[in-house]
């Protein structure tokens, strides 16, 4: 019977283990291709060892009007937008979080709903908004709409990290003549850090890899970003150059490794409370 249970378990553990590395297989073989074939002389969609070396992928598209220019238009768009979702959520999350009404719930659940919308069902009369207040093919509109787009979950987030941080810190800052902005600004959000990383990071990410919004949104070829100019390396009747579809998609993806690296530390540690608050 023990044995019988023990076989059980094993079989379990196997078929886990099984599944485990069908999930995996199917994360790592689109980035194995990715990696190969931006490095391979005669690459296709096939997962498979170079015919060679070459530089030649990286070296075709290195230069302004392929990666420069749109790597750097994305930039502007997602970090600009990027910076207003967070400031604005984190002022729309403190009086959230710290003082009470009836109208808080409501809020909140026309915040969750927000967050279903899909954006695809509000392009139409966004567009023709933008149409009428002449905000269409510029920056500015569309670091507005990315922003409007990110808020209403920013704002979630952001609300429970901050329900996280004593008020009683708050109030002593009050005693001492603090203002509301000035507790929040210097208590608050430093104490939140991993929580202001975790909204930071994943506004970033979701504008970094939007291709419908600026697409709809902005016209003019010198202002499209990376996400948008991918799709010049799909060319007509099936054909796609793969080895500079790769290459270009290494260097696409960089900005955003950077961005985990360099604020991994603030994702993996937890809230700055230790000692602050005493009972």
């Not at 030649?56 to 910076?83: E, H, K, Y």
Request: aromatic share 12%; hydrophobic share 55%.
């Amino acid at each position: 019977m023990a044995l019988s249970l023990a076989s059980r378990r094993r079989g379990r553990r196997l078929a886990a283990d099984a599944g485990l590395l069908v999930v995996a297989a199917a994360f790592v073989l689109p980035l194995l291709w990715v990696l190969l074939s931006s490095v391979d002389p005669h690459p296709d969609l096939r997962v498979k060892a170079p015919d060679g070396f070459t530089w030649d992928n990286f070296n075709a598209i290195m230069n302004q009007q392929v990666t420069f220019t749109p790597l750097l238009n994305s930039l502007i768009l997602c970090g600009g937008a990027t910076l207003l979702t967070v400031v604005c959520a984190a002022l729309a999350a403190y009086p959230l979080s710290r003082f009470r009404s009836r109208l808080n719930r409501p809020f909140l659940l026309t915040i969750l709903f927000a967050t279903s919308l899909p954006i695809t069902a509000i392009m139409v009369p966004v567009y023709a908004l933008f149409v009428q207040v002449n905000l269409i093919d510029t920056m500015q509109g569309t670091i507005f709409f990315f922003a409007a787009s990110q808020l209403p979950f920013a704002i979630w987030l952001m609300k429970n990290f901050m329900d996280g941080v004593p008020k009683e810190l708050e109030e002593a800052a009050w005693t001492d003549g603090a203002s509301s902005m000035q507790s929040l600004i210097r208590i608050v959000l430093p104490l939140m850090g991993p929580g202001v990383a975790v909204v930071t990071v994943f506004s970033f990410v979701v504008m970094w890899g939007n291709f419908f919004v600026p697409f709809m949104l902005l016209i003019t070829e010198d202002q499209m970003p990376a996400s948008v100019s991918i799709n010049d390396f799909f060319g007509n009747r099936g054909l796609v150059a793969y080895g500079q579809l790769a290459a270009f998609s290494i260097v696409y993806s960089t900005p955003v490794i950077l961005l985990y690296v360099l604020i991994a530390r603030r994702l993996g540690g937890g809230f700055a409370l230790g000692g602050a608050v005493k009972g």
